[in-house]
Structure formats: C-alpha cells, structure tokens
C-alpha cells in the first residue's frame, strides 16, 4: 500500500538547542505553517513537524558551558522553542525530540539494518572535522586555508576510529533519481548545484564518533554513538511511526515536502535520499532549499551582536505583522535583508494603508448608509463585474504560487485585489450616492460587493495570518463562516446579509518611525539603568566582608606554563619571608619571561585547590575586559608580603 492522495506531510529542520532560536529560523517554520495550513484548507488530511536536534558535541559543549547536565540545558532550551512557536501562531501537529525514547530506539535499529545490510563498516578515520557543522571534509573541499565551506570556520584534524557509511554505493541511482523527478530539489539553481556535488565523487559518510557521549549508542558497539546527521535525518521517519506505527507511516510516508534552509540541503538531498534506499523507503517529494534572511551587517550570530529577536518584534509588532513580513518581503528560495524599516514600512502601506483602511471605509459605511446591517445586492454593472472578476482571478493566482510555494507571489496577487477593491470605492463614489435620493439599490450593491471583497480576502488570508482574518470576520458579522472556510468557500456570492458588520478601531494602526526607534532607545536606557541597580543592589557587600579578605603584595619568581593547556601557568611568588605556588590562566595574555620579577596583588586567604594537577595556593588579581587580561600591580616600590586595603 503506498501513501493516501489526501495527505501533506511537511517538516522544518529540527534546530539545534545550543541557543535560542532567532527570526531566521522563525522564517523556516512560518513558512512551513503557512503551506501546512493552505493545504488544510484545500482539503488536505496534513501532518505538519517541527523539533530539536539534541544530541552532539555541539550541544553537550554548550550544556557544560552552563554548567548543566545535557537533559536539563535541552529540557530548558526546548522550552523557549515551543514558547516562540506559540507566539508566532505555529500549529506544529507534533515536535520531536531526538532525546525521546521512542526515537533513539529507531535510530538504533536504522543503525543496524544498515551494518546488516553491508552499507555499514568500521574503519579509522583521519580526516579534517568542522565541529560547528558537525561535519567531516575531505582535503579538496576545505582549500589552502583550511576553512569549512559551509560556515567559513577553521576545520580541525581529527584521528579517530569510526564506522562509515558507504553512501557512494549509492550515488548513480540518486542522480537518477535527481534526473527523473526535477521537482525534488527546489529551487533550480540549487538542484544543480547538488548535482555537481554528486558528480564530484561522494566520500564514505563517518557515522559515528567516540569523542563524546552526548548521542545515541551504537547498537553494535558502546565505545560509539551514532554521529548526529543520521540521528538528526531520522526524525523525518521515527516522529510518524517508522517501525512503531505501520498504519500512520503508510499514511504520511514519503513526506510531501522537506523545508530546509540552503545550509543543511546537501544534507537532506544526498545523504537523506541515501540513508532512504538503503532501507528500502521511498525518497521525499520535495526539498526546498531557501535563502538566508541576514542583518543588515550581513549573516546573523551572537557573537556579531546582530541577532534578531522574533520574541521582541511580536511584543512590539504583533504577531499577524511579523508573518506577513516573513511571507511576504523575500521571495522563497533568495536571501533578503533583514531591518526594521523595512518591517514598518510594509505595515504601514500594505496593513494599516491598504487593508485596514479598507476595513474601515467599508464597515462605517456600512454603519452610516444602512445602519450597520448589511444589504442584499441588486444588478450588477460593468465596474462590478471587473471587481468580481479580479477577485476570481485572484483565487486562482494565490493557489497556483501556493503549489510552487512563491508566498510573495502570492501575497502580491492577493494585495493587487485589495488595492482594486480600494479603487472601486473611489470608481464607485458611495458618499455621492448615499447623499442623493432614488440611489439605494445601487448604494447596496457596492457596498454588498466590498464586503465580499473583504470575505474573500480574509479567507486567502488564512494560511498567512492568523488574527487578521478573525477580526475582519468579526467586523463584517461573518466570523464562524471565515473560520471554517476551506478553499471551496472562495466563491463570489456568499456572503452572510442576515447579520450587523460592528465596526472596531483600525486593525493595523500606523506606526511613526521616529517615535517607534525613539520609544525603543528609550526603553534600551531604561532597561539598563535598571539591571545596573539590581546588580548593584546585589552585589553590595559589608565592610566586615571585604575585610575577610587577605590582600598581599607578591613577587614573582618562578613562571612556567601547565602543560596541555593554554591558559595556565604556575607561579612561584614570594609574600617575604613566604613562599607560595599559584596557578593562575593568564598564559594567553603573559609570557613566561615578562613575569618574573613583577610585583602583583594577590588573595593570600583563598582555600587551596589543584587545578591541571597543580597545586594552587592562592589567586592573583587581574582585570579584564572582553578581549584581555592585565595584571593589577602595586604603582609604587613596596615590600614583598604588604597587605593591600
Ligand atoms: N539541527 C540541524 C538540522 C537538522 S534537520 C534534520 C540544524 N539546526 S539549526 O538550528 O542550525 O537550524 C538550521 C536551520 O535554521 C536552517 O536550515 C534554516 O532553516 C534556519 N535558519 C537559521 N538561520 C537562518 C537565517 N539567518 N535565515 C534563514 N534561515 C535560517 O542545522
């Protein structure tokens, strides 16, 4: 039995919990909720999945940085995904954890069904490793200067033992495969760019590693754990039952479409496929690659400081505003900038200009020329029939962009019919016809026809937006048919007359550049001024406390670097008639030599400790900033052994 024609299965990548999410990945996931509830509404039985990828060094580096078992520093990271998939109005109908029981297992047994196959085998692997990406090159790829081809980073060489993959088995019948179907790598451009990939030669895959523990054993072995692509990859698989769920796999397998950043294509349209014929299952349907969305001083990153916060813009923009931002600025498959400007600008003319004027013309009019109720129509003339025509044809125009995904197309059709319905109130001139006699038949029909407009568009607007077509349901008495709305309901026609449009103020109110940036610097000051009283506030401590403190004047003597590390060096000092050895982690900012002979300050009372192996009795003083160290020394001569106070 192969997968039912009513179903559409989609997926965003699981993003790693190594930190909070940003707008880009805010990006991938509307759009995947944006298709997921277009298909809804064509009748489509759809799964929609989203989830963390929470295994690998990557991620157990990030957990100990915080000082936190890995489950627990996932457990509190996936939290906040969930509360921005909340926030941003994203129906997911499950999330999975590569951390869940019932995955792991499966990944085991995709694990084993392959070394059973033959298309696994151990070996050792020496080979140049990006830890970011996870991801192992081969010499051709990484160039002279020995950088990752995907992030940029300086790759490392790595020796270590490891089963591998055979994928080039498998390689000719991919490109076939390729070949056959041009619509399984979208977009274009880059379907060609993995076909030469391909051509390239496909090297044995290293699947997994003995470097760390965060992951899921090897089956076969318990000194590996299965290297996080194969782990990751599976999700598409274990989250709609592959060997636990036969009836809801059969349902929902092959998936429909796989939406992916251009990043992590390579992966899900090379290693995915492969990972797929070497367990028999069929490949896909689609791979959407698309573009990067950056900050305006280029690629989004923590370290850059320029990391756009989804959180923040819905709180100050709300959320139907921030998704049709996503959707609507940067065709699907190109990368786009990023600014707020550019955000306000488009509520402004597209939401509070076009559409909520719109609203707002027609509802008061309404109000005013038929006290609220709305008219039935009467004949129709020529300006109508354009008007009636236009939104037809617009039906159309926004499915034929939702299939090939082209939300800004769609978008664009749609908002050329909000724009003509806006004209048709100038053609139409109601205000002439409500002030003279014998015209209220054809006051009726204009007016019956913009509330239809306005029907029509609410209900277009639904894999899109998610209040918008409420309130406008609302405001023009029709809110339980829009909210059932499927597709079908987009004929001309419908419209409920029997009820009363209420009348509400402006759905998207015009926001002032000026005043919006001005606001938010003020709120920046504010903010801090108040996190440095706390922190004052905390941190005052007693005279008594400080003087617990035994501050001395030392004299370096003796200074040699800990081996196997870079930061430590052990001192031997002199406190006068005292010797004393200290470790101290200023290696990246001392030599040896400069120290010898230096007076410093150190805290001659703190409880000895062995770092490295060393014996540490005490601890010098030094400030630093965000990028060095400098030691603090006494200005003037003093003797070996004073107290500082
Ligand atoms: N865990 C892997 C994916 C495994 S899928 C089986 C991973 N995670 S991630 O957290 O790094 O997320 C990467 C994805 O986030 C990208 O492919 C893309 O969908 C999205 N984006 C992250 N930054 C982005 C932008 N600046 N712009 C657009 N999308 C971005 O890779």
Known sequence: MSKKDNTFYVTTPIYYPSDSLHIGHAYTTTAA?????????????????????????????????????????????????????????????????????????????????????????????????????????????????????????????????????????????????????PEFIQPESRRNEMISFIKQGLDDLSVSRTTFDWGVPVPIDENHVIYVWIDALSNYITAIGYLTDEEMFKKYWPADLHIVGKDILRFHTIIWPIILMALDLELPKKVFGHGWLLSESGKMSKSRGNVVDPIELIDDFGVDSIRYY???EVPFGTDGTYTTESLIQRINSDLANDLGNLLNRTVSMVEQYFNGSIPEPDELNEVDQDLINTGLQTIENVAKHMDQLKYTHALESLWNFVR???????????????????????????????????????????????????????????????????WTALKWGKLNTNVKVSKAEPIFPRIDIEEYFDKKRKGEQEKTMSKENNINKEKLVDFETFQKLDLRVAEVLEAKKIENSNKLIKLQVSLGEEKRQLVAGIAQDYEEEELINKKIVIVANLKPATIFGVKSNGMILAASDQDKLTLITPEGPIDNGSKVK
């Open 33 to 181: 909720d944006s298709i997921t509830r277009y298909k809804k509404m064509q009748g489509f039985d759809t799964m929609f999945l989203t989830g963390s990828d929470e295994h690998g060094q990557k991620i157990e580096r990030s957990a100990k940085n915080s000082n936190k078992e890995p489950k627990k520093y996932v457990d509190e990271v996936v939290k906040t995904f969930k509360e921005l998939w909340k926030a941003l109005d994203i129906e997911y109908d499950y999330f999975i954890r590569t951390t869940e029981k019932r995955h792991e297992q499966v990944v085991q047994k995709i694990f084993k069904k392959l070394y059973d196959k033959g298309d696994i085998y151990k070996d050792k692997y020496e080979g140049w490793y990006c830890t970011p990406c996870e991801t192992f090159w081969a010499e051709r790829h990484i160039g002279e200067e020995n950088l990752c081809p995907d992030c940029n980073r300086p790759v490392e060489w790595v020796e270590e033992e490891s089963y591998f993959f055979e994928i080039s088995k498998y390689a000719d019948r991919l490109l076939k495969h390729i070949e056959d179907h």
């Open 326 to 328: 996503l959707l609507r």
């Open 420 to 486: 003509r319905t806006n004209k048709y109130i100038d053609q139409t001139e109601p205000w002439i016809l409500g002030r003279e006699e014998g015209h209220q038949k054809r006051l009726g029909t204009v007016l019956y026809n913009l509330l239809e407009s306005l029907r029509l568009i609410a209900i277009m607007l639904k894999p899109f937006m998610i209040e918008t077509p409420y309130e406008i349901g609302r405001q023009i008495g029709d809110v339980e048919q829009i909210n059932n709305a499927g």
